[in-house]
């Protein structure tokens, strides 16, 4: 799993269950500033933990890291490879799903991507392939690159940032870390808002698709200009 789930060996300290400043071996509960000040636990805005790449043992010791920064995986390498090859033929057989995406599927004993199941469930092929990327490379640092690539940042980054379902706050935690944000049409509480809900987050697809040209790069050789939206 990517995520800290109930019962998890813990090591950030106290979570969010009802017994204040002590600190948890396991995980139950997810800990919100706003509901539980201080620093001696794990708080966090949504309520999701990173569990990838996570040693408990050293968890939380910033003199140490547990992580190996990745150049790239091979997950990466069949995934990408998956995706050029949609690109290019418009599908992809079941011989070449077995040979990127069930391979990493395999290896978790995880149910297999099957053409036949896909059509069965009017599942789009695409829209899986995009799916496989976000869940096996999730924490990589592949998310925006991929997001800008398919041209979905209006989709993904001009959307409001949510946490838990409503109902799951008030039966575990008691209440709503962000009561006056509201819920999403899912139910999930919002953390922040986009800017059509009255919030801060927006995308503009007519400038965030291109980086602002650094002004540095621009006084060396003025013919360079700006990109659309950037102030000169």
Wanted: aromatic share 12%; net charge negative.
């Amino acid at each position: 799993m990517t995520l800290f789930t109930p019962g998890d060996q813990w090591g950030g300290g106290d979570d969010g269950d009802a017994e204040y400043r002590r600190p948890n071996d396991i995980f139950q509960l997810p800990r919100f500033s706003s509901l539980q000040p201080g620093r001696n636990g794990a708080n966090g805005i949504t309520g999701f933990y990173f569990k990838k790449y996570n040693e408990i043992s050293i968890a939380g010791n910033a003199n140490r890291s547990h992580t190996n920064l990745n150049v790239i995986r091979y997950p990466e390498v069949l995934l990408i490879y998956a995706e050029a090859l949609y690109k290019m033929n418009g599908t992809l057989t079941q011989t070449e799903i077995d040979e990127t995406i069930n391979r990493l599927r395999d290896r978790v004993g995880m149910h297999r991507m099957d053409l036949k199941e896909l059509q069965q469930w009017n599942l789009d092929l695409w829209t899986e392939i995009k799916r496989e990327r976000r869940i096996e490379l999730s924490f990589d640092g592949m998310r925006y690159a991929d997001i800008m690539r398919w041209r979905e940042g209006e989709l993904r980054f001009g959307r409001a940032i949510t946490g838990p379902s409503l109902t799951v706050c008030m039966n575990d935690l008691g209440a709503n870390p962000y009561p006056d944000t509201g819920v999403d049409e899912f139910g999930d509480v919002i953390y922040e808002k986009s800017r059509a809900e009255g919030g801060p987050r927006y995308f503009d697809p007519a400038m965030h698709y291109l980086w602002p040209v650094p002004y540095e790069e621009r006084m060396k050789n003025p013919l360079l200009g700006q990109n659309p939206g950037w102030p000169e």
